[in-house]
């Protein structure tokens, strides 16, 4: 999403890192740490933590939990009524990467609905403005025409090929000048 979105600086997209939103989780211990959230309409700025008092207020628009035999139940009940009652997080996803399970909300209402599929399984973010579906195994955005967003390292590599075709191509066209007597470096 970071490479996607590298020209923008109004979101703030993170893993694993502890929600503050209220001053008594501090004594508590009560923490929640998605395991991935992005925040809209907020700076791109670096933070060891979020912490809502201190971001104006400002809950995830998207929150995707990462589903493991210890985390399931929790992630399906407790997170799940957290985000919807407290944070009230428009869109929430979990993905299984060990069963393929994956299931997505919107907040309608103060209420998740469950998110229908389209025809090719994938679920759509209505903040990210992207679906989210399972490509080799692993949870994937794609694009509103159903283009998968490139990894950046799918994009260099891309890069690189693209660059490997040119130079057969301008090879193969040096060789065809040579045939008939030019020179291409006088081209």
Not at 120 to 129: A, I, K, Y
Request: hydrophobic residues 35%; negative net charge.
């Amino acid at each position: 999403l970071e490479y996607l979105w590298q020209d923008r600086q109004d979101f703030y997209a993170f893993g694993n890192l502890t929600i503050y939103y209220s001053p008594e989780q501090q004594t508590t211990q009560d923490f929640r740490g998605p395991d991935f959230f992005v925040v809209l309409n907020t700076e791109r700025n670096p933070r060891k933590s979020w912490v809502v008092w201190e971001e104006g207020g400002k809950y995830p628009n998207v929150i995707i939990e990462l589903l493991s035999n210890s985390t399931a139940k929790v992630d399906r009940t407790t997170k799940k009524k957290i985000y919807q009652d407290i944070f009230r997080t428009p869109d929430y996803f979990w993905f299984s990467p060990n069963t393929l399970e994956f299931q997505g909300f919107h907040l309608v209402d103060g209420e998740y609905q469950e998110l229908k599929p389209n025809e090719t399984g994938r679920l759509w973010s209505q903040q990210l403005q992207l679906f989210l579906g399972i490509y080799e195994q692993k949870l994937r955005f794609f694009t509103l025409e159903g283009e998968l967003v490139p990894t950046p390292e799918e994009s260099a590599k891309a890069a690189q090929q693209q660059l490997e075709i040119e130079r057969q191509q301008r090879e193969k066209l040096a060789a065809k000048l040579r045939e008939l007597n030019i020179d291409p470096d006088t081209l």
